[in-house]
């Protein structure tokens, strides 16, 4: 079964996710664009599988939208859109620094909304397209010492309930994968004693594929997805 | 991807999800298994893609040790299993038999139980197996006039929440999905004025070969489907 | 502020909870109905709050149904009703009675089912009422090793949200209490070395004397209960 | 049962339900401080009540650190603190202002946050204190047309949880309450066609107070009130 879709914007291209998710869409024939803060780290990616990148702080409106209307003269508006960026810091309620929680906020979950907007814009004429919002065991649950991620994380998925009532009506598919656990990367990998902790990228990105490839007449909007051995 | 798994069962085989799951799962090489209180209307279905057919009520201990039991002599003990009976009556709580009550709780959920212990039992030794179970909008939601279809699916996804728990770590991937919306079949089309608004077999189907197909670093366990038109 | 009702039938009364419950209603001038299995341990509860007692095996529909006929003649018919009757065995799927599975079904929630629809029939011509259902961590957690238990326990919940959506806009008031942890009682109290980690019986019970006394202009339907130093 | 606090602040003082909070927390002896972001239309309740008014714009740092500071010297530190701020815009996600999804965010989340980490620097030292969110439905659904209220209250609910899993280990009591409904109000009633289809704010305070009187061994975290005609 094809995708149906032939073009993806990836924001926050930077994780090993993206990667994952850009050499799968490639692999369908995709024409992918990945924007990030800074794309330096994308250009070996980007040669891999043909990529065009963008610089764009994902949380700031004028950035957002200089990436759609660069996307629009060049590789075209993207049929699928997919939502990575999230900003986190930790520490007790009392000691956390005010800046930080509103970055959380514009980073994870306003961030979310400008790149929706600017997608939502594109794919209404068309009654067509697929945006996919990342999500964390934090989405659904506020963890102790962790308010900023959480408050981010769930203003996410609220942003994406509402769109999905919204839009999947007008031919939109709007959906919101929670990812239960750690990413596994290079730099990041199981403790010796907890192999299989962590979560495959390449695993990951299947769903995500899986989800983009659904008929519309059995849309998933929620999906979360963990390793075999995660606590839940 | 192959789904890596080669015998399935599917009980409750005689509504049209069945016939889709059974066809899509033969078509990846699956030996499959039908099950169903009366096997009758399973003939041409089996004969189409080559499937064993048993008679079992899914409420009663005897037939379902039956049924593994013939399995374990015929086809062999099925790798993956889904579960779908349910059983439903609608009226207020002031009116409802209690009879109907209790058999929606023994084939909603105590049937579910039955077959997933026989399941888990060959799985078990392997470390490797699928369960599906099947809910419906009522296992999130009691709506009103229905509160035994609501008890049995609440029942059940219970059991599989504490399923997934125990057994994902022990190699068995348990999950539920939620069809929150009617299904299509010959039976029952969508009124011409909601064109679109019941969900295609096939559809639903392709998700749960999905979840099937996943890697244990990346298992849902949870997925809900819904037709793009429906309210939520 | 007044509780607004002055007859009360406590099921399950054997349980240290229902002697809170008893005494706080009593005190408020409601005159309380204790039923259980064996009414042998109410005698004393029953002489201290001036309660009438009586057996009920409340998984059975005859006994059930001979409680409310009794209540009828003798005390009247309770306008306050809680339900707090549990069944749990626990162990892995594989090893699990089907017997003790059942009867965690019929107990938790059955007879849920079956005293609410005798107390609802009596309710709505009056237009009033209140019917508080006794959930546990177990009704939106399915645990490893519990399934009968979440079984049970989902299943009532799905009871009481189906209720509640059909009978609040009829005058009767229909409420789920999860109560998050272990109640203290003589036998069973916390250990040393985890001081405050159990639930204090009067405690709740004030909460569900706070739920009873609702305007129907604000009505909880779902009410979370759980000691200050419970991990949640 | 007495409160067991004596000081109190009510920020988003302007709305009904803080009139009747504010009411209710004096007629128990409590010391009310009002916040709000202007103090004109407090007057007559703070003279009713015998509260002192403090003007405070809740989504600015550096005001509410002010509001802090007056409190420590005036009325003294808060023991009580609710906080019902929130901002809400309407509209399709293609064509909401940027600006307002900011102010929705950081009205009704980051003043919490802002508000929530002044009290909780006070109230740790004591180990004794509680602090009250108001949510709404769209704390847990996120309706269509209404991304930024939705993704505001989200927000607010993960910051409460975070909060409650951090502190009620440590004495104080984190709560969050979802208004399902409309509350009346002079300017606001409900239409002759749809009687008590709103929520009395006075029995909504109700349960505020109930829930700040639990004692530490059954403290509630979440509570939701609706008017009994309510669909949910």
């Keep these: ?3 149906g879709f032939k073009t ?8 090993g996710l993206s990667a994952s998710l850009g050499r799968q869409l490639a692999a369908e024939g995709v ?6 803060r800074s794309t330096e780290d994308l250009a070996g990616l980007a040669r891999e599988i043909g990529a065009a ?4 702080d994902a949380s700031r409106q004028r950035d957002v939208e200089q990436l759609f209307s660069d996307l629009d003269k060049g590789p075209g508006s993207p049929e699928i859109v997919i939502y990575n960026p999230s900003y986190r810091t930790r520490g007790p309620v009392a000691d956390l620094d005010p800046a930080e929680v509103e970055k959380s906020l514009m980073v994870s979950a306003f961030g979310g909304f400008l790149v929706a907007q600017q997608a939502v814009r594109r794919m209404l004429p068309k009654k067509s397209g697929c945006i996919v919002f990342t ?11 962790s308010a900023p991620f959480a408050m981010g994380k769930f203003a996410l998925r609220g942003l994406a309930q509402s769109m999905a009532r919204e839009l999947h009506p007008k ?3 709007v959906a919101h994968v929670i990812i239960d656990g750690g990413i ?4 990041r990998q199981e403790p010796a004693d907890k192999p299989a902790s962590m979560l495959d990228p390449d695993a990951i990105a299947a ?3 899986g989800v983009i490839r659904q008929s519309p007449s059995a849309w998933s909007h929620e999906v979360e997805v963990r390793p075999w051995v995660e606590n839940f």
């Design 135 to 145: 999500g964390a065991s934090a989405s659904v649950k506020g963890y102790a010492q």
């Design 1 to 3: 079964m094809t995708l």
């Design 184 to 187: 596994r990367s290079e730099r």
């Design 53 to 56: 990148t963008f610089a764009c």
């Design 207 to 209: 769903s995500y594929l």
């Design 8 to 15: 993806a914007l990836i924001v926050g291209a930077g994780a």
């Design 31 to 36: 024409k992918v664009a990945l924007a990030a």
């Design 171 to 173: 031919g939109i598919h």
